[in-house]
């Protein structure tokens, strides 16, 4: 789970990592609010789950009220791409923030380096960049160091790869307080990255984190409430919409929606669309014994993804009746007007009952196809080229 740059400043905070005063706000008026409260310059920053966005106008410096106001106006509600295009991510939020005078820009980083089995710790005197840039420039300027996690970070440790990095001797001090700290907070927060570009030096030399990435492993959010809570509202609107309906659901980038019954065929189905050039838009597993309610409500959550352009069912009857997941198509197509083609590809307990519930419903956008195979191939064919 990402967090929003304010929700990872919080975490620093209360790890004892210096942050601008800021607060968040979802609405104009509660922007401007904020920034007078904090008093001019204040920058606002739009809150959402990428890099990139100074570059992208998601970050502006306001002197007064009024400038305030008008980023706010222009912040809120604008879509922002990642660097390499990912998105586009509509900003819901900004975080208003004091603005810093910038003396000098850092990068850290901790990642959980999964090869070597230990968090790895980079720090670069050559912040503002991203790290891949940084790499590409000037590799001496960029320290790697390994983490015992038996051990933890030493302050020691910290100091060294500080001076290694060339940070300015006045703050080594200051930085390798906050290597450990952020370590601290890696660790205890059972976070997979933690990234702050720029750490800045401040023009009255303070290490303040001026930026906050931070990846925490959804697997281990059931050992931290406040985290889960914040996992909560930071949900997709489809993942949310799944589990309110208690189906298996997991949102990915792709266009073509997959419905399947059994996590072993869904896997699968994912693979055979993969390998017939398409992009799966989900894993959804409808479960065993699947009703017609049931079809319903996952066709619903598939539909309401934007990206999807076609559907591919693959069902193996078992204990699931294919009569009963044809009947279920048919429902589901009346009562929410799909318009999206349909592939289905129904085999085993009661398939042939099934098949002939279809062909009689004759559903203009539905194609039957026999083999899971063919099945992937037509969905692709018919969901166009990827999203
Ligand atoms: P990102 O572009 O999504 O990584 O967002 P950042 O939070 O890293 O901000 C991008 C850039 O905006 C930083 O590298 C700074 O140069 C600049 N910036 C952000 N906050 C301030 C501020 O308070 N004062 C000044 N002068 N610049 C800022
Ligand atoms: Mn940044």
Known sequence: ????????????????????????????????????RIGYPCVVKAQVQIGGRGKAGG?????????????????????????RGEGPFTVHEVWIEEA?????????????DRSAKKPLVILSRMGGMNVEEIADTDPDALVRRHVDPTKGLTTDEARTIGIDAGIDDDVVDGVAEILVKLY????????????????????????????????????????????????DTVEDPQEAMAKEKGLTYVKLDG??????????LCMSTLDVVAQAGGAPANFLDAGGGSKAEA?????????????????????????????????????????????????????????????????????????????????????????????
């Open 1 to 36: 789970m990402d967090l929003l740059e304010y929700q990872g400043k919080q975490l620093f905070g209360r790890a004892g990592v210096s942050v601008p005063d800021g607060e968040p706000a979802r609405d104009v008026e509660t922007a401007v609010a904020a920034a007078d």
């Open 255 to 264: 266009n073509v929606g997959i419905l399947a019954n059994g996590a072993g």
């Open 184 to 231: 601290e907070a890696f660790a205890a927060n059972d976070a997979t990255l933690i990234e702050v570009n720029p750490l800045i030096v401040t023009a009255g030399r303070e290490v303040v984190a001026l930026d906050a990435k931070v990846t925490i492993d959804g697997n281990a959010l059931f050992r931290h409430q406040d985290l889960a809570e914040i996992a």
């Open 295 to 387: 079809i319903v409500n996952a066709l619903e959550v598939i539909k309401s993804d934007d990206k999807v352009t076609a559907i591919l069912f693959n069902i193996f009857g078992g204990i699931t009746r294919c009569d009963e997941i044809a009947k279920g198509i048919v429902t589901a197509s009346s009562q929410l007007d799909l318009d999206l083609p349909l592939v289905v590809r129904l085999d085993g307990t009661n398939s042939e009952e099934g098949l002939r519930i279809l062909a009689e419903a004759d559903l203009p956008n539905l194609h039957q196809e026999k083999t899971m195979l063919d099945a992937a191939r037509r969905v692709v064919e018919l969901a166009g080229g990827a999203s």
């Open 100 to 112: 810093s005078e910038i003396d000098a820009e850092y990068y850290a980083s901790i990642i959980l």
């Open 59 to 83: 970050i502006k410096v306001a002197k007064d009220a009024e400038e305030a106001r008008a980023h706010a106006e222009a912040i809120i509600g604008m879509n922002i791409r990642g660097p």
